[in-house]
């Protein structure tokens, strides 16, 4: 087109009445049809190689974002959410466009990151919605508690934006936050505490050393492995009687830490020669002991199994442990072991003891360290209510006023790992659990993050207490009383043991070869013997709440007619 134009002007007889006309060269026409011709073929050439190149999905979303993109406000104005804008800048083809950022500092707004301004506050985040339609919110803000998350999250639900976030501080450590990262908001997040980071140190002592986990397949064992395997252990050894469980944390460890030895071993912790065999041959320095059955009621119907498991099994390996020489040892306790009322909490209660037993008598590092829920872990309730969601419910809750403590793994672990470096034998730590979350209020989070209204789309049903359950938890026992430690998410208690070692030792026999017999009316009483502090008042049997009229409480408290008890 352009020789065209030229030629005309040149060669036409319009063009060419001027009195200065001078007629080009033929090989300017030449050259610029070549340029022309080669420029316009060039581009379109380029365009076709970038289309086979692309995946199809980044097509579209390269089109979405230059048609139509989705425009954001990134809550967080500090290191975090200037990375997420990089990230966006970097990414056109995720079709988000940073409007602006929100930021409770009042002194940064009015600043620009990276030449995008601080607009508001969170207050500010319904009317900046309004003024720049804004159609989503990014929470960058890793470190905050999960009282911010849930504020924005209800400012968000009642401007009618979407919102996403970025992992917490525990899901982040020893990495960047990238926009693939960024994902819904989950009940971990709304749950976060104010993140405590690692005390320099305080787990220096598992590198170079043998390291064995117990349980490791299951929730608790697999991220004490994870977490081990950072600190360059010699060996770790992975032990466990499941077998898929060992498979697939085997494989995970494998793929990312090439160079570490693992030893998968696959054993009952109530096979004592068994455990003697494995001990004598890798040696540990320290075990986590993380094998346990947990789940209350259905403990409460299998106590002969809870006691050989949980009570014989932890009794054989703190005595292989001593004659192996292993230098620390750690079980993993619960909250349930406070005051219980239930053959599991009860038989944790009792291997407690026998910890600090074996503690005094070895004068080794052999410890307890306490919590309570751990969130996501195999079994517990927030996995069971997001499948009761997805079917449409009824998510069913046992009463208005359960409640419970909750942390999740990671911390757990990470405040394990650095309790059994306090300790120095005999202790049994309580790691501080913040407030009780009520289970009702637990279940209405999870049906709302799902984009549903409680009662409206997803009903809430109470079934009654069951078999061994308590209303309440807490830490510490009647009687026992906490000293604080240099860490301060992590208390050690202090109390006297109820029996002399000989006196205990013979009372776990007693209860074990009750159990080996089948003789399950008899463990109430051989529990009690040796930890007095255990009482059945309201296990099973005794009138849970709601249960006397044949009634439970309704979302308030108040028992209505019609509403029946499902165990």
């Given at each position: 087109?352009?020789?065209?134009?030229?030629?005309?002007?040149?060669?036409?007889?319009?063009?060419?009445?001027?009195?200065?006309?001078?007629?080009?060269?033929?090989?300017?026409?030449?050259?610029?049809?070549?340029?022309?011709?080669?420029?316009?073929?060039?581009?379109?050439?380029?365009?076709?190689?970038?289309?086979?190149?692309?995946?199809?999905?980044?097509?579209?979303?390269?089109?979405?974002?230059?048609?139509?993109?989705?425009?954001?406000?990134?809550?967080?104005?500090?290191?975090?959410?200037?990375?997420?804008?990089?990230?966006?800048?970097?990414?056109?083809?995720?079709?988000?466009?940073?409007?602006?950022?929100?930021?409770?500092?009042?002194?940064?707004?009015?600043?620009?990151?990276?030449?995008?301004?601080?607009?508001?506050?969170?207050?500010?985040?319904?009317?900046?919605?309004?003024?720049?339609?804004?159609?989503?919110?990014?929470?960058?803000?890793?470190?905050?508690?999960?009282?911010?998350?849930?504020?924005?999250?209800?400012?968000?639900?009642?401007?009618?934006?979407?919102?996403?976030?970025?992992?917490?501080?525990?899901?982040?450590?020893?990495?960047?936050?990238t926009?693939?990262?960024i994902?819904?908001?989950q009940?971990?997040?709304?749950?976060?505490?104010?993140?405590?980071?690692?005390?320099?140190?305080?787990?220096?002592?598992?590198?170079?050393?043998?390291?064995?986990?117990?349980?490791?397949?299951?929730?608790?064992?697999?991220?004490?492995?994870?977490?081990?395997?950072?600190?360059?252990?010699?060996?770790?050894?992975?032990?466990?009687?499941?077998?898929?469980?060992?498979?697939?944390?085997?494989?995970?460890?494998?793929?990312?830490?090439?160079?570490?030895?693992?030893?998968?071993?696959?054993?009952?912790?109530?096979?004592?020669?068994?455990?003697?065999?494995?001990?004598?041959?890798?040696?540990?320095?320290?075990?986590?002991?993380?094998?346990?059955?947990k789940?209350?009621p259905?403990?409460?119907?299998?106590?002969?199994?809870?006691?050989?498991?949980?009570?014989?099994?932890?009794?054989?390996?703190?005595?292989?442990a001593?004659?192996?020489?292993?230098?620390?040892?750690?079980?993993?306790?619960t909250?349930?072991a406070?005051?219980?009322?239930?053959?599991?909490?009860?038989?944790?209660?009792?291997?407690?003891?026998?910890?600090?037993?074996?503690?005094?008598?070895?004068?080794?590092?052999?410890?307890?360290?306490?919590?309570?829920n751990?969130?996501?872990?195999?079994?517990?309730?927030?996995?069971?209510?997001?499948?009761?969601?997805?079917?449409?419910?009824?998510?069913?809750?046992?009463?208005?006023?359960?409640?419970?403590?909750?942390?999740?793994?990671?911390?757990?672990?990470?405040?394990?790992?650095?309790?059994?470096?306090?300790?120095?034998?005999?202790?049994?730590?309580?790691?501080?659990?913040?407030?009780?979350?009520?289970?009702?209020?637990?279940?209405?989070?999870?049906?709302?993050?799902?984009?549903?209204?409680?009662?409206?789309?997803?009903?809430?049903?109470?079934?009654?207490?069951?078999?061994?359950?308590?209303?309440?938890?807490?830490?510490?026992?009647?009687?026992?009383?906490?000293?604080?430690?240099?860490?301060?998410?992590?208390?050690?208690?202090?109390a006297?043991?109820?029996?002399?070692?000989?006196?205990?030792?013979?009372?776990?026999?007693?209860?074990?070869?009750?159990?080996q017999?089948?003789?399950?009316?008899?463990?109430?009483?051989?529990?009690?013997?040796?930890?007095?502090?255990?009482?059945?008042?309201?296990?099973?049997?005794?009138?849970?709440?709601?249960?006397?009229?044949?009634?439970?409480?309704?979302?308030?408290?108040?028992?209505?007619?019609?509403?029946?008890?499902?165990?």
């Open positions: 087109m352009g020789s065209l134009l030229i030629f005309l002007a040149h060669y036409s007889p319009l063009g060419a009445q001027g009195p200065l006309h001078i007629p080009p060269s033929r090989s300017v026409l030449i050259v610029e049809l070549g340029l022309s011709t080669g420029f316009v073929g060039g581009t379109r050439l380029l365009l076709r190689l970038i289309q086979e190149r692309m995946h199809p999905e980044d097509l579209a979303r390269l089109k979405t974002f230059v048609q139509n993109p989705r425009q954001v406000l990134i809550a967080g104005a500090g290191d975090a959410g200037a990375m997420i804008l990089r990230e966006l800048e970097q990414n056109p083809g995720v079709g988000l466009h940073a409007v602006g950022f929100v930021d409770d500092n009042r002194a940064k707004i009015g600043m620009h990151i990276h030449g995008v301004r601080v607009l508001g506050t969170r207050d500010d985040i319904p009317a900046l919605a309004k003024k720049h339609d804004i159609d989503e919110v990014i929470i960058a803000m890793p470190t905050a508690p999960g009282s911010a998350i849930r504020d924005i999250k209800a400012i968000c639900d009642r401007a009618k934006v979407g919102y996403k976030t970025v992992p917490g501080v525990y899901e982040l450590i020893g990495g960047m936050v926009v693939s990262q994902r819904e908001v009940i971990e997040d709304l749950l976060r505490r104010d993140p405590v980071l690692p005390t320099p140190g305080g787990a220096a002592y598992l590198k170079g050393a043998v390291v064995m986990v117990t349980g490791a397949g299951g929730s608790i064992g697999a991220e004490l492995c994870r977490q081990a395997a950072q600190q360059r252990p010699r060996r770790l050894v992975l032990l466990d009687q499941s077998e898929s469980g060992i498979y697939h944390i085997h494989t995970e460890l494998r793929a990312r830490h090439p160079a570490l030895a693992l030893e998968p071993v696959v054993a009952d912790i109530r096979d004592h020669a068994r455990l003697e065999r494995v001990l004598a041959r890798h040696r540990p320095q320290v075990v986590f002991h993380a094998a346990a059955y789940h209350v259905l403990m409460e119907m299998n106590a002969e199994e809870v006691v050989l498991n949980n009570v014989m099994g932890t009794r054989n390996l703190l005595r292989t001593e004659r192996q020489a292993v230098e620390r040892f750690v079980l993993i306790s909250d349930k406070v005051d219980p009322c239930n053959f599991m909490g009860a038989s944790k209660r009792v291997t407690e003891l026998l910890v600090q037993d074996a503690a005094r008598r070895s004068g080794r590092e052999f410890v307890a360290v306490r919590f309570g751990v969130l996501g872990s195999e079994g517990s309730v927030v996995p069971r209510f997001k499948r009761q969601i997805a079917a449409g419910g009824p998510v069913t809750v046992t009463h208005p006023e359960m409640e419970r403590y909750f942390m999740t793994i990671p911390e757990a672990v990470q405040l394990v790992i650095e309790a059994a470096n306090l300790g120095r034998g005999g202790e049994i730590f309580v790691l501080d659990m913040g407030d009780p979350v009520k289970i009702v209020d637990l279940a209405r989070d999870l049906i709302t993050l799902s984009g549903l209204r409680p009662k409206i789309d997803v009903e809430i049903t109470f079934t009654g207490v069951r078999p061994g359950e308590k209303i309440t938890e807490s830490l510490f026992n009647e009687g026992e009383s906490y000293t604080l430690t240099p860490h301060e998410k992590i208390f050690v208690v202090t006297d043991m109820p029996l002399e070692s000989q006196a205990l030792q013979w009372g776990v026999q007693k209860l074990i070869q009750a159990a017999a089948g003789e399950v009316e008899q463990l109430r009483g051989l529990i009690e013997a040796v930890a007095p502090e255990c009482c059945w008042e309201t296990g099973p049997g005794a009138p849970a709440p709601g249960r006397a009229t044949g009634r439970v409480p309704d979302e308030r408290g108040v028992v209505e007619p019609g509403l029946s008890v499902v165990s």
